[in-house]
């Protein structure tokens, strides 16, 4: 195995580099005719190009392009980005705000502290408690985890839910029905956990089969839900998988090889183009262990090409052919945890008890399984969006759909997105795949209105 020498970051050192060198952050909407770019210059530590990425990717960016550079003590990155609607960033709050957490307050601790990424809380997170659970995936799991914390009288104001290869991870914040408060009592987080454990562990014996715990840790949510599964080994599913049997043209494909005139193994990775692609590549390698030096990321139409100068953090290369299958085994299940094909209904209600358990009780009975979901308060609104398919895994009929629009579009808004039943979608679908992201904005105003 090559080894080469990876630099040694001394904390105090850090702090006084970034005091004489501040990050420098420019958001330029003059130089490309369709898309913003945004340059970042700063003194480089582990775990940059992560931050930067992350941040980006909480705004609901796309980063069509993007130039990597961090070899040595500096880092120095241009992204091109867009919104979801494919037009430059050019409102001046959000343009504001790039600057400041990217810039000098952003690595700060006061700067970050009203940062809207989405993170995995403390024991008592503000008014919250949150919950991580994993295990084996199966029909109406979600239906019956938020009908247990709706019977103990929680209030689910935040949650996300990844399946994949079989298995599910869940980030749920929860709060106190009648306080809205984080919970205090000792008592009850004990009988949730046990009723939860119940739960998830179903007909299976084995306690290893999943595992509830409260979040410890301080950890974006997409990025606890990368380590979950990561953790759980979904990337060896050993071909037995509940994932939808793509094309081979949108099959990922991953090779690394060797770059032996600079001492980096160079991953490469050409798939179909999604938002979030690159903060999911990244967040897998960086929780593997590996540094990414340079990075070059372009996308075509509905393609999108990806190369990585990577090292692991001690220094060595990629050798071994373990080595190398492990990695685009990992990089493979980062890809398809997050990619949504099938129905994605989105609605809006007025936030309650029960609402969530409410729901997900329809779609059960209506035989539908939850591939994702995202769950969100916006004030008194409670915005949720689910990605389903039937309990075989295939579209969701065109009367389902009806049925679900007359039980559910009588309480509250139902939004019914990318029915892949219809030849029309279909034929979309060979053409390319659409850029998918929670994105609540536009029902959000419609509901108010």
């Known amino acids: 195995m090559a080894k080469v020498c990876w630099p040694y970051f001394d904390p105090e050192y850090e702090n006084l580099s970034v005091r004489i060198n501040p990050p420098r952050v420019s958001v330029d909407n003059t130089s490309c005719s369709d898309c913003t770019l945004i340059k970042v210059d700063s003194v480089n530590k582990p775990g940059i190009l992560l931050e930067v990425v992350q941040i980006l990717s909480d705004l609901d960016f796309i980063i069509t392009k993007a130039y990597v550079s961090s070899d040595g003590g500096w880092f120095m990155d241009v992204f091109h980005v867009t919104d979801q609607q494919g037009k430059k960033i050019t409102d001046g709050k959000t343009i504001d705000y790039i600057e400041r957490v990217l810039g000098p307050k952003g690595h700060t601790t006061d700067g970050m502290k009203d940062c809207p990424g989405k993170r995995v809380g403390v024991h008592s997170f503000g008014n919250h408690t949150a919950i991580e659970l994993i295990g084996r995936d199966r029909p109406g799991l979600l239906s019956e985890i938020s009908a247990v914390l709706a019977n103990l009288h929680f209030n689910v104001t935040v949650a996300e839910v990844w399946t994949h290869n079989r298995r599910i991870a869940c ?57 979950m599964l990561f953790a759980d080994r979904d990337y060896e599913g050993g ?44 967040c897998t390698l960086t929780d593997m262990q590996y540094v990414v030096f340079h990075a070059n990321i372009s996308s075509n139409g ?7 100068f990577i090292r692991h953090m001690d220094g060595c290369t990629l050798d071994t052919e373990g080595e190398k299958e492990r990695v685009v085994k990992c990089l493979e299940a980062a890809i398809h945890r997050r990619v949504s094909e099938g129905l994605s209904l989105e609605l809006c209600a007025k936030d309650r008890v029960g609402l969530l358990s409410e729901v997900t009780r329809i779609l059960r009975e209506n035989g539908l399984s939850v591939r994702r979901a995202g769950v969100s308060t916006v004030g008194e609104k409670a915005v949720n969006v689910f990605y389903v398919r039937d309990a075989y895994g295939n579209p969701v009929d065109a009367k389902t759909i009806e049925a679900l629009r007359k039980e559910i579009g009588q309480t509250m808004m139902l939004n019914v997105k990318k029915d892949p039943s219809s030849m029309k979608a279909r034929e979309a679908e060979t053409s390319g795949w659409a850029k998918t992201s929670f994105f609540f904005g536009n029902l959000l105003e419609k509901f108010l209105a």
Do not use: W
Request: glycine share 4%.
């Open 171 to 227: 980030v749920l914040y929860v709060n106190d029905n009648t306080t809205s408060e984080s919970v205090n009592d000792p008592n009850r987080p004990s009988i949730m956990e046990e009723q939860l454990k119940h739960i998830m562990r179903g007909c299976e014996d084995d306690d290893n089969v999943a595992r509830t715990s409260f979040s410890m840790g301080f950890t974006h949510i997409d990025r606890r839900l990368h380590q």
């Open 239 to 282: 071909g037995v998988t509940t994932e939808v049997d793509y094309p081979p043209s949108f099959k990922p494909k991953i090779t690394v090889e060797r770059c032996e005139e600079k001492g980096y193994s160079v991953v490469t990775v050409r798939c179909k183009d999604r938002a979030k692609l690159m903060f999911d590549i990244v």
């Open 302 to 308: 509905p393609y999108a090409s990806q190369e990585y």
